[in-house]
């Protein structure tokens, strides 16, 4: 259905829109309110070390606190606990602002403040619990960990040990040190929680001169921005002195939050490059399918198929998602389209074509997406899994960049608002083939877009189907406004089976909002508010958004909030 068509029509969503925002607050709809749960430099247990709001707190303090810029979250129900009341909530910690993140910002950088931000990186699992009267709180866990960016981490999978992944400091090849740019997530039906490694690149320096034209480490980003400082003080981030540390990050890192000794495992099946988020399903061999998104201009989407089903992988002690075929999308103008599968060998990936083995072609995926002929897309972000259907939908989130190379799939040029596609492989997740289809262009009605204008919305991101099928859009970047009116980040929710779309919730001023879970019963709803303010200015980090706290003396926090019904109903029902 086309969103809007279908007003009046009984559908999925129970709440009336809200007006767009530019408050230093969180708005919702009448009946609905929220609970700061969890922000930056909050100790994962009650007894940890509380958050210093001059960002005083040292990197060992950081280790046992929330991380920055919270993304992707999962909320797995704890066995045996009240039912909707209590669980772990993993949460991942895409980036840092380093202005907000020490007292004095990046003034005289030092191996503390490279410690502090390493700390404030990766993923927080915490054990959470509703009282009576539906506030939830953290709990003394056996379970809360923090997993950052130097946690052990074994690579798995047919890159594991190859010469690419081995440096100095782990000459094997398959143990890291840590994970990061854990920007989105997904669950696994085996109760795990998969993180993703996004903007790699932002980490790494290269030297003064970038990397020549037509290189791995250019197709890769390497040096199209400055990167973290973190290479003053660390070698392992200064290219010049170790090459391959970079490539043994841009991969999907299988974590079991209810193993708190557990060793985080990069998947190198599932490929490398800026991975958004992961979506697992069960194929109907009982494989583990895995859909992907790589977030950068002109980049692809992705699908994994397990080579063997998820219970027999199990019993022999292997992951399903070690072996199988990693594909690549071909959309084409006539609305079908194809799974490119990328393996060694084939035409364009042979030793000939620089790709000497399975390994090299996962390494460098997008070179060999390349050579296949992928549909380059406007910056895939998030995708989510239709409920009955098993329609996959991606966001698009936008590509300013594209000019003359429009095509059905990505119809606008400098496209500044974004749009949503829908592919149907016709209920078989194991398909090589599909159909696809535009679902909605955001953006204004200037900008030839197929949302209702009152409830215009740019730059969607986060994308998830909850478990009664409503489609929860995210954003993060450009916002259109409506009759005038500016409007901060925000989410909504549509009804594809009606074309109903409406606003939800707005976000503070400059955050992003991202970051999606609820508990089984859909009574309690997780959404994170990433970086508001954007850490503000070198003068006043508190100029543009001072959320949650509204200190004089703090500073704005990246946090997960609990949405609920004020009649404890559904949300968004
Ligand atoms: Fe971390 Fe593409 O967003
Ligand atoms: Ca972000
Ligand atoms: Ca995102
Ligand atoms: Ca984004």
Request: net charge negative; with cysteine; glycine share 12%.
């Amino acid at each position: 259905a086309t969103p809007g068509a279908g007003h009046g029509r009984p559908g999925l969503l129970g709440f009336p829109a809200v007006q767009p925002s530019v408050a230093d607050t969180v708005v919702l709809p009448p009946g609905y309110q929220h609970q700061v749960l969890f922000p930056w430099g909050h100790p994962i247990v009650p007894s940890g070390p509380a958050f210093a709001e001059d960002a005083g707190n040292s990197a060992a303090e950081q280790a046992h606190q929330a991380g920055d810029h919270h993304d992707g979250m999962w909320f797995f129900p704890l066995k045996g606990g009240p039912s909707g009341r209590s669980g772990l909530l993993c949460v991942n910690h895409e980036a840092t602002s380093e202005q907000l993140l020490h007292t004095d910002g990046r003034a005289d950088w030092s191996p503390e403040k490279t410690a502090k931000s390493l700390a404030a990186h990766g993923v927080s699992i915490i054990e959470v619990e509703r009282d009576r009267d539906a506030r939830w709180h953290l709990v003394e866990s056996k379970f809360a960990r923090r997993v950052t960016m130097t946690t052990s981490a074994e690579v798995t999978g047919p890159a594991a040990g190859h010469p690419l992944l081995r440096t100095h400091a782990d000459p094997t090849g398959v143990r890291v040190l840590g994970t990061l740019n854990n920007c989105a997530s997904g669950p696994t039906p085996w109760d795990t929680y998969l993180t993703c490694e996004e903007t790699i690149n932002k980490y790494f320096y290269f030297g003064e001169e970038p990397p020549a034209a037509g290189s791995v480490e250019e197709r890769y980003g390497i040096g199209s921005e400055e990167p973290y400082p973190w290479h003053t003080t660390e070698a392992r981030f200064d290219m010049r002195e170790e090459p391959n540390e970079y490539n043994r990050f841009g991969w999907v890192v299988e974590i079991d939050p209810f193993d708190p000794t557990s060793t985080p495992k990069k998947r190198t099946a599932l490929g490398r490059m800026e991975h958004e988020n992961a979506v697992v399903v069960r194929g109907r061999r009982g494989e583990a399918v895995v859909y992907m998104g790589d977030d950068t201009q002109f980049d692809y989407f992705y699908k994994f198929v397990g080579a063997e089903r998820i219970h027999k992988a199990h019993k022999r002690g292997r992951s399903p998602l070690d072996k199988g075929t990693l594909y690549v999308a071909r959309l084409d103008e006539d609305g079908t389209g194809s799974w490119l599968p990328l393996v060694h060998g084939e035409p364009g990936l042979t030793a000939a074509d620089g790709f000497a083995d399975q390994a090299e072609v996962l390494i460098r995926t997008r070179l060999a997406a390349d050579a296949v002929g992928a549909t380059p897309m406007d910056r895939p972000e998030w995708c989510t899994v239709q409920p009955g259907t098993g329609a996959v939908f991606f966001t698009c989130t936008n590509n300013t960049a594209r000019t003359e190379s429009v095509n059905a799939a990505n119809p606008r040029r400098e496209n500044r608002f974004g749009h949503i596609i829908k592919i149907d492989e016709g209920g078989d997740p194991g398909a090589e083939t599909f159909d696809w289809d535009v679902f909605l262009l955001a953006g204004d009605q200037a900008s030839g877009a197929t949302v209702p204008p009152d409830q215009a919305f740019g730059s969607p991101d986060g994308l998830w189907f909850d478990a009664e099928g409503r489609l929860w859009i995210q954003t993060d970047g450009t916002q259109p406004t409506v009759d005038g009116a500016e409007q901060n980040n925000q989410m909504l929710a549509a009804d594809p089976r009606t074309g109903d779309i409406r606003r939800f919730l707005v976000g503070p001023p400059r955050c992003e909002i991202t970051g999606i879970t609820s508990t089984p019963d859909g009574r309690s709803l997780f959404v994170n508010i990433q970086h508001p303010g954007d850490s503000g200015t070198p003068q006043d980090p508190r100029a543009s958004s001072n959320w949650p706290d509204f200190s004089a003396t703090g500073r704005p926090r990246s946090a997960t909030i609990v949405i609920t019904r004020e009649d404890g109903g559904v949300v968004g029902g």
